[in-house]
């Protein structure tokens, strides 16, 4: 693989031009429900306009846990917040 510093200064040749194949961008939505210790929340990531993933998280001072939600708990997540990939 091109070295990535020659590419982004435009010093490789075209044989070592970097292909990528996709760039893709997936948008998240932070719901903060509480802040400090302990906090909790939701994260959202939506990929083309819809909600594909998410979870539920909560950390205090030094610890952390994450609970991955299922497709109806994440829509259930981005209805009763009104969350939408804009």
Not at 34 to 49: E, H, L, N, T, V
Not at 53 to 66: D, P, S, T, V
């Amino acid at each position: 693989m091109a070295d990535i510093e020659s590419y982004l200064s435009g010093q490789q040749s075209d044989d070592d031009m970097l292909d990528p194949l996709e760039i893709s961008e997936r948008v998240e939505k932070h719901v903060l429900l509480s802040w400090g210790g302990p906090a909790d929340g939701f994260r959202i990531f939506f990929k083309d306009g819809e909600a594909v993933e998410g979870y539920y998280y909560k950390a205090n001072w030094g610890e952390y846990q994450q609970i991955d939600l299922s497709d109806s708990e994440v829509q259930q997540v981005v209805d009763a917040f009104g969350l939408d990939a804009c």
